[in-house]
T-cell receptor
């Protein structure tokens, strides 16, 4: 299966809170898992990415947690800020070099 | 200009029109992509060009015709489109190399078919 399932579809978080977005996949041959951030009127931009040989990667306030056995990975945004309000996409790279994207999560951080 | 640029940013066309979308990348990459982004749906890969050669056509209807004259430019020619083709069309580029997978996206062309 080439799908990546993402949830929730939308998320509202208070400023300073933790935003958590989850993704699940079925194809065990996926070997690279990026997260993209998209602001209105802009194209998606790479935020952070992880390979399946590590369980966690942290860059600033953004952390990817990866559970290989459960075939799930998640994005955690600590101390969420209004400027983080955007749409977030998870993705997985298949063996053919194609990125398979999740449906996206609209995050709104309230001041 | 830096990164990936796309023109026009907005396009309204009738079902019988012919138009073209243009993408240019200033990153020295060797692969370029067209994606379709519809509301509440995952990004859909349409076409891939590696070193100017089309390597992927993701079952896209023939009313969409890509053209890649060189590694920096990518076009999407449109003709006799349907209203359901209204979407944001994104161009991306990447450097195809071992352990390098990042794709850089342009801002997209918002297409409305009337």
């Amino acid at each position: 299966q080439q799908q990546v399932k993402q949830s929730p579809q939308s998320l509202i978080v208070q400023k300073g809170g933790i935003s958590i977005i989850n993704c699940a996949y079925e194809n065990t041959a996926f070997d690279y898992f990026p997260w993209y951030q998209q602001f209105p009127g802009k194209g998606p931009a790479l935020l952070i990415a992880i390979r399946p040989d590590v369980s966690e990667k942290k860059e600033g306030r953004f952390t990817i947690s990866f559970n290989k056995s459960a075939k799930q990975f998640s994005l955690h945004i600590m101390d969420s800020q209004p400027g983080d309000s955007a749409t977030y996409f998870c993705a997985a790279l298949n063996q053919g070099g194609k990125l398979i994207f999740g449906q996206g999560t609209e995050l709104s951080v309230k001041p | 200009e830096t990164g990936v640029t796309q023109t026009p940013r907005h396009l309204v066309m009738g079902m019988t029109n012919k138009k073209s979308l243009k993408c240019e990348q200033h990153l020295g990459h060797n692969a370029m992509y067209w994606y379709k982004q519809s509301a509440k749906k995952p990004l859909e890969l349409m076409f891939v060009y590696n070193f100017k050669e089309q390597t992927e056509n993701n079952s896209v209807p023939s009313r969409f015709s890509p053209e890649c004259p060189n590694s920096s430019h990518l076009f999407l020619h449109l003709h006799t489109l349907q209203p359901e083709d209204s979407a944001l069309y994104l161009c991306a580029s990447s450097q195809v190399a071992q352990s390098s997978y990042e794709q850089y996206f342009g801002p997209g062309t918002r297409l409305t078919v009337t």
